[in-house]
């Protein structure tokens, strides 16, 4: 339990820096927009292929970038 919280904090604080870096705030907007696009779109769409134990296929890599760039935009200031 100890060490799934040390993960989830060190989590919590790359997700922040990461929203810091890229949008210039850790405001709840951002956050969640850098949570969704770093952490809930690659887990959404490989869990049904690790659940299964079957690789995903090569083309859910590229849909995850596309998703990726698309939430997190194309400049710095995307944030809206």
């Known amino acids: 339990v100890q060490?799934?919280?040390?993960?989830?904090?060190?989590m919590?604080?790359?997700?922040?820096?990461y929203s810091r870096r890229?949008?210039?705030?850790?405001k709840?907007?951002?956050t969640e927009r850098a949570r969704f696009a770093l952490l809930d779109v690659p887990f959404g769409a490989v869990?049904?292929?690790v659940q299964e134990a079957k690789p995903?296929?090569?083309l859910i890599d590229e849909l995850i970038e596309q998703t990726v760039r698309a939430?997190?935009?194309?400049?710095k200031g995307a944030l809206q």
């Open 47 to 49: 869990k049904h292929y």
């Open 12 to 17: 919590v604080r790359a997700v922040r820096g």
């Open 71 to 75: 939430v997190l935009g194309r400049d």
């Open 28 to 30: 709840r907007a951002a």
């Open 3 to 10: 060490r799934a919280e040390a993960l989830r904090g060190q």
């Open 22 to 26: 890229r949008f210039g705030t850790v």
């Open 56 to 58: 995903p296929p090569r």
